[in-house]
């Protein structure tokens, strides 16, 4: 059980099209990684910073991202509020009785944060892009960083706004007739959708 503010990194395969959504400013993401990690451990208001390894970061099928979380471990092992969790950690697993907040770059868990009420903050750089406004969205750095610095990321929380903002995204993105459907997480949707009766994006708005 997470108490006081614990902020959640959900760190991305660093082998895989890592600037398919454009470059953002970072090197790469493993310069985001390290930046993120190090600013949330300066941070007075910040009592954890738990990080995720990306899923599919195996040593057997990504031998690549397993030697990157090696490499990245090794840079902040004297970070004393981080502490790494286990790849098969979801959304579904995290108890709190205090605030907490996800951050992710570009990945899917975004909506599966948000659907559970706890903020995200991640990147315009995207599935989402600028049109669908269900997190923290940044695209300017030194907005983002002030942001992961200071008081203002123990403030934030999931507003009726995005909420809507995260089933037009869904709809969209996942439900959507002229949308080819490619991730496991259409399903999932598509069972809560039915269980609350929602059948029209047009329900949330355009």
């Known amino acids: 059980s997470l108490k006081a ?7 991305h395969s660093f082998t895989d099209a890592q600037y398919f959504f454009g470059y953002d400013g970072y090197h790469d993401l493993m310069d985001w990684s390290l930046r993120t ?11 954890k910073v738990i990080i995720k ?9 990504h031998p690549g991202d397993s030697i990157a979380n090696e490499y990245l471990k090794s840079k902040i092992f004297n970070m004393d509020k981080v502490q790494w969790i286990n790849f098969h950690f979801d ?6 009785t205090g605030v907490v907040i996800g951050i992710t770059h570009h990945g899917s868990v975004a909506e599966e944060l948000v659907f559970q009420n706890f903020p995200v903050i991640a990147s315009k750089h995207s ?6 406004k269900f997190g923290y969205c940044w695209d300017d750095l ?3 960083e002030t942001l992961i610095s200071s008081k203002s990321i123990t ?6 706004f995005q909420t809507q903002e995260l089933y037009r995204y869904a709809f969209k993105r996942h439900l959507s007739s002229n949308q080819k459907n490619s991730f496991n997480i259409d399903s999932t949707w598509q069972d809560f959708m039915k269980i609350n009766d929602i059948k029209s994006s047009h329900e949330h708005g355009k």
């Open 5 to 11: 503010v614990s902020v959640i990194v959900y760190l």
């Open 53 to 61: 390894p990306h899923p599919e970061s195996t040593s057997l099928y």
């Open 142 to 144: 030194k907005e983002y």
């Open 91 to 96: 959304v579904n697993h995290i108890k709190s």
């Open 127 to 132: 599935p989402w892009g600028e049109e669908y």
């Open 155 to 160: 403030e934030l929380k999931v507003t009726k």
């Open 37 to 47: 990690i190090s600013l949330l451990n300066s941070n007075k208001y910040v009592d």
